[in-house]
C-alpha cells in the first residue's frame, strides 16, 4: 500500500519562492511517474508538471518558466519549486502519482493549502 | 490544450436515483478519458480511467462510456457517500487536462 506524505511552507509573500516536498512509503517508486497538481479555491484541477526516476521533467507550458520538479530516489522523495508567486498561486497543491504509460492520477498525497499573501 | 466541458454544472438527485454526468472534449481524446470522485478535505479518488474501466475497489455502480468527445459517468442506485464532485480527466495529449466538475447534491 502506498502512502504519500507532503509538507512545506503554506503562507508566503508575493515574489517568494513556494517549495514542497512528497516522500513515497511502500510500492515501487522508480515504477511510476511524479506529478504534482494544484486546485484554486473554487477552482477545477491544474496539472503542474511530472518527473520520471531518470530525472527527465514534464511541465504545464503555463508555469513552465517557474516550475522545477526534483528527485531525490535516495529518499524516496520528489519536490516542487514555483518561484515568484503571487496571489493567483493560491492553491491546494496535490503530489501525485502515476503508472506510465497511464497518465491517470491514482496516487494522491492529502493536499497542502499554500496562501499567497501581502 | 484540450478544453473539457462538464454538465451540467450542478445535479440535484435523491438516494436511489441514478446520475447521468456529462463530460465533453474539444477535440477528440479517444477513450483516454478518467473520472475522479472530490469530497471536501479529501483528495480526487480515481473512479474510471480508460472511458470505462472501475479502479480498483470502485462499486460497480459507477460506469464510464464514450470516446472521441463525448463521454458519460453513469451512476446507479446513489447512495449517500456518492453526493460529492466529479471531474472528468483527458490524458491522451500533453497537457493532461481537467474538467471544471459537476456538483452532484442531495435533492
Known amino acids: 500500500q502506498v502512502q504519500m506524505q507532503q509538507w512545506g511552507a503554506g503562507l508566503l509573500k508575493p515574489s517568494e519562492t513556494l517549495s514542497l516536498t512528497c516522500a513515497v512509503y511502500?510500492?515501487?517508486?522508480?515504477?511510476?511517474?511524479w506529478s504534482w497538481i494544484r486546485q484554486p479555491p473554487g477552482g477545477g484541477l491544474e496539472w503542474i508538471g511530472e518527473i520520471i526516476h531518470s530525472g527527465d521533467t514534464n511541465y504545464n507550458p503555463s508555469l513552465k518558466s517557474r516550475v522545477t520538479v526534483s528527485l531525490d530516489t535516495s529518499k524516496n522523495h520528489f519536490s516542487l519549486n514555483l518561484r515568484s508567486v503571487t496571489a493567483a498561486d493560491t492553491a491546494i497543491y496535490y503530489c501525485?502519482?502515476?503508472?506510465?504509460?497511464?497518465?491517470?492520477?491514482?496516487?494522491w498525497g492529502r493536499g497542502t493549502l499554500v496562501t499567497v499573501s501581502s | 490544450e484540450v478544453v473539457l466541458t462538464q454538465s451540467p454544472g450542478t445535479l440535484s438527485l435523491s438516494p436511489g436515483e441514478r446520475a447521468t454526468l456529462s463530460c465533453r472534449a474539444s477535440q477528440s481524446v479517444s477513450t483516454y478519458l478518467a473520472w475522479y470522485q472530490v469530497k471536501p478535505d479529501q483528495p480526487p479518488r480515481l473512479l474510471i480511467y480508460g472511458a470505462s474501466s472501475r479502479a480498483t475497489d470502485i462499486p460497480d455502480r459507477f460506469s464510464g462510456s464514450g470516446s472521441g468527445t463525448d463521454f458519460t459517468l453513469g451512476i446507479s442506485r446513489l447512495e449517500p457517500e456518492d453526493f460529492a464532485v466529479y471531474l472528468c480527466q483527458q490524458y491522451h495529449r500533453s497537457p493532461t487536462t481537467f474538467g471544471q466538475g459537476t456538483r452532484l447534491e442531495i435533492k
Open positions: 511502500g510500492g515501487s517508486f522508480s515504477g511510476h511517474y
Open positions: 501525485v502519482g502515476f503508472k506510465p504509460p497511464n497518465w491517470y492520477f491514482d496516487l
